[in-house]
């Protein structure tokens, strides 16, 4: 039987390379109060600068806008550099995809977009991470990326072929490196 594999290849590592669960919610932790830091950083700066100029403007669309702004460039572009976020550089992370590079800023924006507006939400990707093998969140999946240790190198290359799950009224298919089988071992 042939198998099919116009999916391509893709690395995969060792197992203890990817980023566990606590190391995932710490990421969530420290990234948050990070961004919730430069928010008030942001608001001081913008009522310093332009709340003595003019006290009859409201600053809390452009505070917003703002805000948004850095927030969409430290969790895509500052995430995907060799740079990484507060959180990737103290726990020793880095987010690959399934070929091993740097995922494109489209796709990082898609995840952080997958988070915010659904239909992903934080208590079901912590759910799935605790049970997939490789430690995935379902943005992870779907968008073919990897949170792994900085120094984590590939340990092999394997064809990437369509995974289905069915469970908890969920019928998910998305793109991924099947790892190879070890070989049966030989009865003598």
């Known amino acids: 039987m042939k198998s099919d594999n116009s999916l391509g290849y893709g690395v995969y590592y060792s197992l203890d390379d990817y980023a566990g669960l606590f190391r995932r919610v710490a990421v969530i932790v420290i990234d948050s109060f990070f961004l919730l830091m430069l928010g008030l950083l942001l608001w001081i700066l913008l009522f310093a600068v332009a709340g003595n100029a003019n006290r009859g403007f409201d600053l809390s669309g452009l505070f917003f806008l703002s805000w948004l702004f850095f927030a969409w460039l430290y969790l895509t572009a500052l995430k995907r550099s060799r740079i990484r976020t507060v959180a990737y550089r103290i726990l020793g992370l880095k987010i690959v995809t399934t070929r091993g590079e740097p995922p494109s800023l489209l796709t990082m924006t898609l995840r952080v977009l997958l ?74």
């Open 115 to 188: 988070w915010v507006f659904g239909p992903i939400n934080l208590l079901l990707d912590l759910l799935w991470m605790g049970a997939d093998t490789e430690q995935q969140s379902i943005r992870d999946c779907y968008l073919g990326t990897y949170v792994v240790r900085s120094d984590a190198e590939p340990i092999g290359e394997a064809p990437i072929h369509l995974t289905r799950y069915c469970g908890g009224g969920l019928a998910l298919m998305y793109p991924r490196v099947v790892r190879p089988q070890r070989p049966p071992s030989k009865r003598t």
